[in-house]
């Protein structure tokens, strides 16, 4: 049985126009949005191109997305990114009546 592809539709507040972000871009939105001034990292909300999500919103939908370098410590020290949403975004609908319809 193959998947429909979840497509979130959201909109720039206070009156932008609604716009689709499909499959995982959605996901980041989402994910963006719910987190809100505490942002998000790859390492809490695991995703395999976090820094692809951000570019596309970025550029593709003009959204203002801060990326915070923080450094962790543990068996593998470096460094990681935080994203932050600065743009005030409404979900309009997240796309899950449509999960494996």
């Known amino acids: 049985m193959k998947t429909k592809r979840i497509i979130t539709t959201a909109r720039v507040l206070p009156d932008g126009q609604p716009f689709k972000a499909p499959g995982r871009f959605g996901w980041a939105l989402r ?23 951000v570019h596309k919103l970025r550029k593709e939908y003009g959204l203002v997305i801060e990326t915070i370098d923080e450094k962790h410590g543990g068996d593998y020290p470096g460094s990681h990114a935080r994203y932050r949403l600065h743009t005030e975004i409404e979900i309009i609908d997240d796309g899950s009546d449509r999960v494996g319809a």
Do not use: E, F
Request: hydrophobic share 25%; with cysteine; charged share 15%.
């Open 31 to 53: 994910n963006l949005v719910n987190a809100g001034k505490k942002g998000c990292t790859p390492i809490d909300h695991p995703g395999p191109r976090w820094s692809a999500y």
